[in-house]
């Protein structure tokens, strides 16, 4: 039973990650296409959670605070509208707000690796920092131009490496079996061996 419940586990995983594989593959060959998929997704996120605050705000204007509620609930269900109703302007602000978020955690990552000198994996923290302003600069500068393929490309990216690693992580899982699975027929032979050997002796 937990051997059937393993190998369906193991089976579901590399499917996962072979679909994953694919999408991502997808997205970084058409990342306009995607990214403009995830603006209207994020712009149907946002009007509903722009009607779920405004019908909060009006459900609970008796108590305090119902002002500043109902502004919030106005700014989300406009700012899902928008999305929705330009497209294009959205992927590209979008674009713009994932460049400056690079920038700063780029620097903020440089930054912390010269703080972490004596540890063995500072350079690796350095790489990381040096990586992210380096893609920081190519989005930035390349704005508004880059929004047509920025967000499609890292979601791609990031859903190859997703696939890969739970693809990489089913084969484990199933090498590591294989082997316990040998090692415990290999014990039982030996097993019945002595058995045998025992019974020679009486």
Same mark, same amino acid.
């Given at each position: ?5 393993? *190998? ?190 025992? *019974?020679?002796?009486?």
């Amino acid at each position: 039973m937990i051997k059937t419940t393993l *190998d369906a586990a193991l089976a579901l995983g590399r499917r996962s990650g072979i679909v994953l594989l694919i999408l991502g593959v997808l997205s970084v060959a058409m990342p306009w296409v995607t990214g403009m998929a995830l603006e209207l997704l994020l712009g149907v996120l946002l009007l509903c959670a722009g009607g779920a605050q405004l019908f909060f705000a009006f459900r609970t204007r008796n108590l305090s605070g119902f002002p500043l509620r109902l502004v919030f609930g106005l700014i989300t269900t406009f700012a899902g509208l928008y999305l929705l109703l330009n497209p294009t302007a959205g992927v590209v602000a979008i674009t713009l707000i994932l460049g400056v978020y690079f920038l700063v955690d780029g620097l903020a990552t440089l930054l912390a690796s010269f703080q972490y000198r004596a540890q063995r994996n500072w350079i690796l923290m350095f790489a990381n920092g040096a990586v992210t302003l380096a893609l920081a600069a190519v989005i930035l500068w390349q704005w508004p131009a880059s929004g047509r393929y920025v967000i499609g490309v890292l979601v791609g990216i990031k859903l190859i490496m997703m696939g890969l690693m739970m693809i990489s992580t089913a084969g484990m899982v199933s090498a590591a079996r294989d082997r316990m699975d040998a090692v415990r027929a290999q014990q039982r032979a030996d097993n019945a061996k002595v058995v045998e050997g025992e *019974d020679r002796n009486l």
